[in-house]
């Protein structure tokens, strides 16, 4: 995984040279200071998705196995979308120095365009393809299970957030199964949703 991240990272950053040039922007200090910035921006944007990948089940509801292609298609639909508003939101609050006066924020501005855009574009396509096609090994879930004193520890942390779980069944897919449902003592019992 950290292959590709590199990759990726690296592939952003080549890609943002390249996009200084088609946009005028010189090597000088701001520029210089803006690829740096671009790495970090850039993992940001990889490792939402590449996360999302690794989390994802390796069994779906009925038991059967999750190749990489369902799972990249997920990690897509539960965090692709908080990765494009957030390469949007960023966009939004650079947006001012487009218009101004000074060459040291119109650099600033191009600069981040780029990092913006192609981080964007290889979380999104690029990532998710190249973890489709590689199919990595991911080790199951269920490998991981709670210790009694961790289970008991889970069992109250539902119970503070009983209020949160309703909606559980939307965001994880638990329609039409039966949710669990904390009863005051502490108890889990099954109920349907």
């Known amino acids: 995984m950290s292959l590709v991240m590199a990759f990726c990272i690296a592939g952003i950053d080549l890609d943002i040279v390249g996009g200084m040039w088609l946009t005028g922007v010189h090597i000088n200090v701001i520029s210089v200071a803006n690829l740096v910035l671009a790495i970090g921006l850039s993992v940001d944007y990889c490792s939402h998705i590449a996360h999302a990948y690794i989390t994802m089940p390796c069994v779906d509801k009925n038991g059967n196995a999750v190749n990489s292609v369902e799972r990249s298609i997920n990690a897509l639909i539960h965090i ?8 949007f939101t960023t966009f939004l609050g650079v947006l001012c120095l487009g218009w101004s006066g000074s060459n040291v924020f119109r650099i600033f501005f191009k600069m981040f365009c780029l990092t913006i855009g192609w981080g964007l574009l290889y979380g999104i396509f690029v990532i998710p393809v190249i973890l489709a096609w590689i199919d990595l090994n991911i080790p199951d879930h269920s490998a991981l299970a709670l210790s009694p004193g961790e289970q008991k520890k889970d069992r109250m942390t539902d119970r503070w957030n009983k209020n949160a779980r ?3 069944d939307e965001k994880w897919g638990f329609r039409g199964q039966p949710m669990p449902k904390v009863e005051e003592e502490g108890e889990i019992e099954m109920v349907e949703a």
Not at 80 to 87: A, E, I, M, R, Y
């Open 166 to 168: 309703k909606d559980v």
């Open 80 to 87: 692709g979308p908080s990765v494009v508003s957030g390469g």
